[in-house]
């Protein structure tokens, strides 16, 4: 068997089990509705009209992958992309949310490691708070972030990046103090007998050896930031983007438009995570560093 | 305006005070100053400047206000909290993590899963799982069950990876020696291999406090009962008495810590012998 | 016309703050080495050789005592580029060619781009490295990396190279070699050389002073002055005198119960 053949058919082996776990569980869990139609009228279904019945209703407790599958061609290729009732339309705001929030953060992110790992009294200081800013639910500050910037004068994406930006930056916090730190003493050692500044230990060794922190980081600052951006969408009522049209196919009983936004930001997040991966693969192996 | 003034000099003391306490070698009693005399500058920074600048209570309260409104909501904070902490998040956070080390060593004892497995395991975490709140709401209903079920999907793919990672951490040297006692899988796991995952397990432990209880939380949003710590935030943001959603914040704050910092302690006893936890960085 | 000593030790302690207790070091250490010497220190571990080179190069703090290096303290003679050390790792950059980890220290402190070129090329001559300028750390065997980690320290031309075990990970075979080449670069440029060594043959091979130290407390046993004449070829280890002094050493660690 290949290489890429050994890597693969397990995975597609995996995938396969799902689906079909998927397939029989809609049966059982639509069937109460199928059979409380079938009662009212005064009917009987045998087990195939059930299966039928089950993978085609319009409200399903859990709509077949194929149902799915039609729902997102339809709200994809079907409609302008600029009108309301696309998925690619309120796909690209989250993904540019994301991107807003998420270059914000690791903007911030870095700097703050940098500060934390040269300063003692600020690391002293503000580390337990970063930590204990994760524990305030982000969901409960967004309502008052977006009024607050509203009032300010500051629409639109914003808000909501700084909402994207408040969950990435702590992974790439975290991940950068560790990478800034990872010299070994002895590498620490040799600069200071060349009597190198800090600044040049930081540009010259720190930040290099922490490349490989970096891209681990990224890759769940980036899913962080999604995250945000959904979250972020769900207090706003602006009416766009991911996170609203779950929110809004909840609120509706739209199950369709429920599980379609989910699997677009499953897909929006697997791909920017690869896209990170690509250059993570690229930039390491070219400074011959090792992943962390 | 002297008050103001008189806060930011405060915020200078503060910071200098630290800047002396970081020099100091000896004294742990003394560490836990900064990080307080830090959040308290912070603290009349915030209340000194509301009034300053005229920050109306409806964008942001200052302190006091939540201080008064937060000892006076005793009972409704309470109840909030058991809705959501105990019943949603740590029964969901028990749930995820036990069943993700059980799938863990699954997929350590039998290789085949590992291919398959991970990379969809992979997949699962990076995705955001909130979206999966509305579907479970409407598959378990408004109660606590619901949003137990969101906590226990949401911690369990983090924790897998780390379980994954972790039972890989055994050197070879210890396993060959092993191997040359004739230890069946089950020994050599119970007496190696869950030791040297153990500051794997920990990391998801540690990272899946904060996403149990912000999917506990957040699955509120969705259907609720007429408790619990989301449901609060979200009717009185609607009704613009941000003094009490930021008392509930302060809950989850504070729960948060030390939800995270139990697991920390616990982490230090259990392995004492990791250079991490040995380094006095 | 007498020459002030280039690195003089007096009454030298350090005392180490552990979490299971203070460890001893150094005790009463004393030490007087000239220009042009090439001085091992060879012991068991804990003896505190490689404590007492990290003194003279300013990584360590001693507790109480006097070191002069060039005539100026430690972290003076730090600053004005008196010595280059060489670790027991390589410690080349994966991301730097050989060529560029060598220009590291270059760059550090200031040299012209120019500057940098010739210096780089002339060390890498001097270790027998030329044709491997572009090449990475990875693409070179452990004794090549050892030679250059050697080269970045005699690129900004310090008369004192200190050296800790630099050869402990590497074969015996390369090791002849390398210690060949090491004797060479001091010969023809003069250096002074603190060397630290588990390994007596080496000791007794390279140098012109044998400080032999034992544990706890750390402490020197004996300073031996090698009657070796300075012309050595590999050969002279079979010699009478080579292994006389072979057996002053061996003595000396027996003393100091280096064999508990």
Request: aromatic share 12%; proline share 5%.
């Amino acid at each position: 068997m290949s290489k890429v053949g050994n890597r693969i058919l397990p995975i597609i082996s995996v995938v396969g089990f799902i689906f079909v776990f998927w397939w029989g569980f809609s049966i059982i869990l639509n069937s109460p509705w199928a059979y409380d139609q079938a009662k009212r009228n005064s009917v009987t279904l045998s087990f195939s009209e059930l299966v039928v019945e089950t993978w085609s209703q319009k409200r399903p407790k859990l709509p077949t992958p194929y149902q799915v599958a039609t729902e997102m061609w339809d709200t994809t290729v079907n409609k302008k992309i600029t009108s309301k009732r696309s998925l690619v339309y309120h796909t690209v705001i989250t993904f540019s949310e994301t991107v807003y929030g998420f270059a914000l953060g690791t903007g911030f992110g870095i700097l703050l490691a940098i500060a934390i790992v040269h300063n003692r009294a600020t690391a002293m200081s503000v580390m337990p708070w970063v930590i204990t800013s994760q524990t305030i639910p982000i969901l409960a500050l967004a309502p008052m972030i977006i009024v607050a910037l509203g009032s300010a004068g500051f629409n639109g994406l914003l808000p909501i990046a700084i909402i994207s930006m408040y969950l990435s930056f702590f992974p790439v916090v975290v991940g950068m103090v560790k990478g800034l730190r990872s010299p070994e003493q002895l590498e620490i050692d040799q600069m200071k007998t060349w009597s190198a500044s800090s600044s040049q230990v930081l540009f010259k060794l720190r930040l290099p050896k922490s490349v490989p922190y970096l891209f681990t980081s990224l890759k769940l600052g980036i899913a962080a930031a999604l995250v945000g951006a959904i979250v972020g969408e769900l207090p706003s009522g602006g009416g766009t983007g991911l996170g609203f049209r779950m929110l809004s196919g909840s609120t509706f009983g739209n199950t369709l438009q429920i599980w379609s936004g989910l699997f677009s930001a499953a897909i929006l997040a697997a791909s920017l995570i690869g896209f990170i991966g690509v250059f993570q693969r690229a930039i390491l192996k070219r400074m011959a560093l090792e992943l962390q | 305006m002297i008050y103001f003034i008189a806060a930011i000099s405060f915020w200078i003391f503060a910071w200098c005070m630290n800047v002396w306490i970081a020099r100091q070698t000896s004294g742990d009693v003394l560490k836990i100053l900064p990080p307080l005399l830090f959040g308290l500058s912070l603290m009349l920074i915030w209340e000194t400047s509301i009034i300053y600048f005229r920050v109306s209570p409806v964008i942001l309260p200052p302190p006091s206000a939540i201080f008064f409104k937060f000892i006076s909501s005793g009972p409704i904070l309470w109840a909030d909290f058991v809705q959501t902490v105990v019943k949603g998040a740590l029964s969901g956070y028990f749930i995820g993590c036990i069943s993700a080390l059980l799938v863990g060593i699954a997929i350590d004892r039998f290789k085949f899963l590992e291919k398959g497995l991970l990379p969809v395991g992979n997949f699962m975490a990076a995705m955001p799982i909130v979206g999966i709140a509305p579907i479970l709401v409407m598959w378990y209903g408004y109660g606590w069950q619901s949003k137990s079920a969101v906590v226990t999907v949401m911690v369990f793919f983090p924790m897998l990876i780390n379980v994954v990672q972790g039972m890989k951490m055994s050197d070879k040297i210890h396993r060959d020696l092993m191997l040359t006692y004739n230890a069946s899988y089950t020994q050599t796991l119970i007496k190696l291999r869950l030791s040297t995952a153990m500051p794997f397990i920990f990391n998801g432990l540690k990272v899946s406090t904060t996403l149990a209880l912000i999917g506990a939380i957040v699955a509120e949003f969705f259907g609720s009962p007429i408790r619990g710590m989301g449901f609060r935030i979200s009717t009185e943001a609607a009704r613009f008495s941000l003094d009490m959603v930021w008392s509930e914040i302060t809950v989850a704050a504070v729960t948060g810590s030390i939800f995270y910092g139990s697991v920390v302690l616990l982490e230090k006893r259990i392995t004492f012998w990791h250079p991490s936890q040995r380094a006095g960085i | 016309m007498f020459q002030s000593p280039v690195i003089e030790v007096t009454d030298l302690n350090l005392t180490f703050k552990t979490n299971d207790g203070p460890v001893n070091a150094l005790s009463k250490v004393n030490l007087s080495i000239e220009k042009g010497d090439f001085v091992s220190f060879i012991g068991p571990s804990g003896c505190g050789k490689t404590t007492l080179l990290r003194v003279l190069a300013d990584l360590d703090q001693p507790t109480s005592g006097n070191v002069l290096v060039n005539g100026v303290t430690p972290e003076q003679a730090r600053m004005s580029k008196a010595y280059g050390y060489v670790f027991q790792a390589a410690g080349l950059y994966p991301w730097r060619t050989i060529g560029a980890n060598i220009k590291l220290p270059l760059e550090i402190m200031g040299y012209s781009k120019g500057e940098q070129k010739t210096r780089v090329a002339k060390v890498l001559d001097l270790v027998e490295l030329s044709e491997f300028e572009n090449k990475f750390p990875w693409q070179l065997s452990g004794g090549m990396q050892q030679r250059a980690s050697i080269a970045r320290a005699l690129a900004f031309d310090a008369d004192i190279l200190l050296m800790d075990e630099p050869f402990g990970s590497l074969d015996e075979i390369v090791r002849d070699r390398l210690n060949e080449q090491l004797l060479e670069i001091w010969k023809s440029n003069s250096k002074t050389i603190c060397f630290v060594t588990h390994s007596i043959p080496e000791a007794v091979y390279l140098s012109t002073k044998i400080v032999v130290m034992s544990p706890r407390p750390g402490r020197i046993i004996d300073i031996i002055t090698s009657d070796l004449p300075a012309d050595r070829p590999l050969e002279i280890r079979d010699s009478k005198e080579f292994i006389a002094v072979s057996k002053r050493v061996r003595e000396g660690l027996r003393t100091g119960h280096s064999y508990e």
